[in-house]
């Protein structure tokens, strides 16, 4: 929502109760019949405090209601309380409603309605209509005669973009899109930088169609981008309109289609490639080496010749390379400086960039080298410029600033610090040595894309134990930054081909630590603490780093523990279960502290995720203890199936692909549905890349559930790329563990 105004709230309204909805808004609004009780509903978005309301849909003969917050109280804590109060008032008692966001369908007229003004951030309810309107009603009540809240103190800007970026590291849409729609509504940005947040959100979660679909793309070519936003329409373009080239092994069609409908539409985007080594990246500029006008060998070769690239992708840009005929370039009998005087002339920067590294000092390498960097956007290019602009004798730097452009770039470069980092333990000891470091979070957002995991690896031995402790140090110095840097931290480890190493383990455990410091229990990050402590059980940690781990947990289930965080609780105990455990009773610690709170809220609690919880008490040999863990009243619901079966009766007959790189969790929910529907076919799948057997899979399956938290694999795009669009969207699921897998099948079954 963007704080709409009157005319906005009835356009909505309108579109809401239009054809597809067989309650109608001019009878609701004239007190007909039964539609007179929807009326208060309504209301509470058109007075002039708006509030937020739940608002029926009938349709198909049955009525689903969406919850819709109030635009001038928009924000996390209020999404949460509203969250909080539909199942206090409703829950599973009632309704489907488990406390998450709703997955809209953009197809349904209505629920189109819904998400384009709310942004996504609504929720949905689904159970019998009598019921789920006297909780509503009831709620209603309550709510007329509750006190008004003060609003919410409005959080930092920097704090709203370290939770949309959290967001996007857990893979979870739905919370990067409210701190988005919480940005719009603050009026905490200009359109532009929301736009590129906005590619950026479709761009980590592979939405590559809808990116293209922007109706402000005309005006995104033009502009210009960080490179960030760049790339991530350049992979927008490979994937959607050059993909299935690779795919069918045509790399001479590929060239053609390039020359003929690619380049001419996005020819922007081929201005720089700054040092990108993303995969699609590389083939498009390929394919611009070759099917350019004029051809370009030495982009051709200078692609080549680059070390880090896959194989399979390797082969693919090897066949582009050959349709090039290997002709040496004329080279003109010049300087290294002016041929780079030359390039930047041309639009050429990434070329010129690499030609300037070998010239001598002097007060033109510096004017072409800070040209590399405002047109580059990379560190790299921004730390050679200011290097080069140090080894001119005062007079030269005096001349160099007398130039007004040349002045104000210098000083947004320099900023307050004193070099620009090549790695992280060097943007840790500068922010140590500076905690007010103006460019900190700017550097570290770069830095997670550019720096090498390598230069860790080949650091001088202690390295690693000194980014530990710097971590600690910063820590208590800027510890704001340090906050807002933490999705760049764990950008950089997790997007490490061979993530976990062992030789990050402590590393890996600092962030654990600094992750609970910062979080304020958003599910975003919750998700990330499960991760990360995968990639710890899985090196393998000794007893007290095991302890420290749970310690962590329980205070975070302590602050934190509800209803809606129970799927994340199980999610955890299911990774604790399938790893060995130093310290048995630590486990079931934490499964205690869970097993309380469910016990606490019985009613709150659906039948597959009692069903869940008694398969992990099972496995870790408590089920004597069952009843003291969970009550006589949560018992009585029967350990089996049935239940279940109401819901996964539905996937009788039908095959559903479960991707996902954590096997073990995979392999629970398979046998929980082969359980609950016996006549069901489960692949797994937690293949890296594409392969046949996968192509069939999930060009078959009725259902494809695909695990994106964390893990952006080749396997994801080829999945995306080959589901047949008539078949059922892939389901999404943004965290490793079974509740989750569990409670996106059944709302799919459910919705």
Not at 611 to 623: A, K
């Amino acid at each position: 929502m963007k704080n709409p105004n009157n005319a906005d709230v009835r356009h909505f309204l309108e579109r809401f109760f239009g054809a597809s909805n067989k309650f109608n808004l001019s009878k609701i609004e004239s007190g007909e019949a039964k539609e007179a009780k929807i009326l208060p509903w309504v209301e509470l978005l058109t007075q002039a405090e708006p509030q937020s309301t739940v608002l029926p849909y009938w349709h198909d003969n049955i009525v689903d209601w969406y919850a819709i917050p109030s635009a001038n109280a928009f924000s996390e804590r209020q999404l949460r309380r509203l969250s909080e109060e539909l199942m206090g008032f409703v829950g599973s008692t009632y309704s489907t409603f488990r406390g998450e966001r709703a997955q809209l369908n953009l197809e349904d007229p209505v629920e189109l309605a819904v998400y384009e003004f709310t942004g996504g951030a609504a929720f949905k309810i689904c159970g019998k209509a009598t019921d789920i309107w006297e909780a509503l009603e009831r709620m209603r009540r309550v709510g007329e005669r509750r006190v008004k809240r003060i609003a919410d103190i409005p959080q930092p800007t920097g704090r709203v973009l370290r939770d949309f970026y959290m967001a996007l590291q857990a893979g979870d849409r739905i919370a990067a899109e409210s701190s988005l729609q919480y940005l719009v509504n603050q009026h905490r940005l200009d359109t532009l930088n929301l736009l590129f947040l906005r590619v950026q959100l479709l761009a980590e979660l592979a939405q590559w169609n809808e990116l293209l679909a922007l109706p402000e793309l005309a005006n995104l070519l033009q502009v210009r981008r960080p490179f960030a936003v760049t790339q991530a329409l350049l992979k927008a373009v490979y994937c959607t309109k050059l993909q299935h080239f690779e795919d069918d092994n045509a790399p001479g069609s590929a060239v053609t289609y390039f020359q003929e409908v690619v380049f001419p539409h996005y020819s922007n985007l081929f201005t720089v490639r700054a040092g990108s080594q993303v995969p699609e990246v590389l083939k498009l500029f390929m394919l611009l080496a070759v099917a350019g006008k004029p051809t370009n060998p030495a982009l051709r070769d200078e692609l080549l010749a680059i070390s880090q690239i896959p194989a399979s992708d390797r082969i693919y840009l090897q066949k582009l390379a050959a349709l090039l005929p290997d002709i040496t370039p004329e080279v003109e009998n010049i300087g290294e400086l002016q041929q780079a005087e030359l390039l930047s002339k041309n639009g050429d920067f990434d070329r010129a960039f690499s030609l300037l590294g070998n010239t001598p000092p002097s007060l033109e390498k510096v004017r072409l080298l800070l040209q590399c960097a405002y047109e580059l956007q990379t560190l790299a290019a921004e730390k050679a410029a200011l290097q080069a602009f140090d080894e001119l004798t005062a007079n030269e730097q005096i001349a160099l600033r007398k130039t007004r452009w040349n002045q104000n770039f210098l000083t947004q470069l320099r900023g307050s610090q004193a070099e620009i980092p090549v790695n992280w333990l060097e943007w840790l000891s500068q922010l140590n040595k500076q905690p007010t470091w103006e460019r900190a979070v700017y550097t570290a957002r770069q830095g997670a894309t550019e720096w090498d995991i390598n230069s860790l690896l080949i650091a001088p031995y202690g390295s690693i134990a000194e980014f530990s402790e710097l971590l600690n140090k910063v820590g208590s110095t800027s510890e704001s930054i340090l906050h807002e840097s933490i999705p760049y931290l764990l950008q950089f480890f997790q997007k490490d081909e061979q993530f976990p190493r062992r030789e990050f383990v402590t590393l890996y455990y600092s962030l654990l630590e600094l992750l609970v410091i910062s979080t304020q229990g958003a599910d975003a990050d919750l998700i990330l603490f499960n991760d990360l402590a995968i990639a710890l059980l899985t090196i393998g940690i000794d007893a007290a780093k095991y302890t420290e781990i749970l310690n962590y947990a329980l205070e975070l289930w302590k602050e934190y523990a509800s209803p809606k965080k129970v799927d994340w609780a199980m999610d955890l105990i299911d990774i604790l279960v399938w790893y060995p455990s130093p310290i048995p009773e630590k486990r079931q610690q934490f499964l205690f502290a869970v097993a309380e709170t469910m016990h606490r809220f019985h009613e709150r609690i659906d039948e597959a995720q009692w069903q869940l919880f008694r398969n992990l008490v099972r496995d870790l040999q408590l089920t004597a203890s069952l009843p003291d863990l969970v009550g006589e009243k949560a018992i009585l619901i029967e350990p089996n199936i049935d239940i279940e079966a109401s819901i996964f009766h539905k996937l009788q007959g039908k095959s559903i692909l479960i991707y996902t790189l954590t096997e073990t969790v995979a392999i629970r929910v398979k046998s929980i549905l082969e359980a609950a529907c016996q006549e069901i076919t489960v692949h797994l799948s937690h293949d890296k890349g594409g392969n046949d057997r996968l192509r069939q899979w999930v060009k078959n399956s009725h259902i494809v559930v695909m695990v994106t938290a964390s893990a952006k694999h080749a396997a994801t795009g080829f999945i995306e790329s080959h589901r047949p669009p008539q078949l059922a969207p892939i389901l999404r699921v943004n965290s490793k563990g079974s509740a989750g897998m569990l409670r996106v099948i059944r709302e799919s079954l459910a919705g």
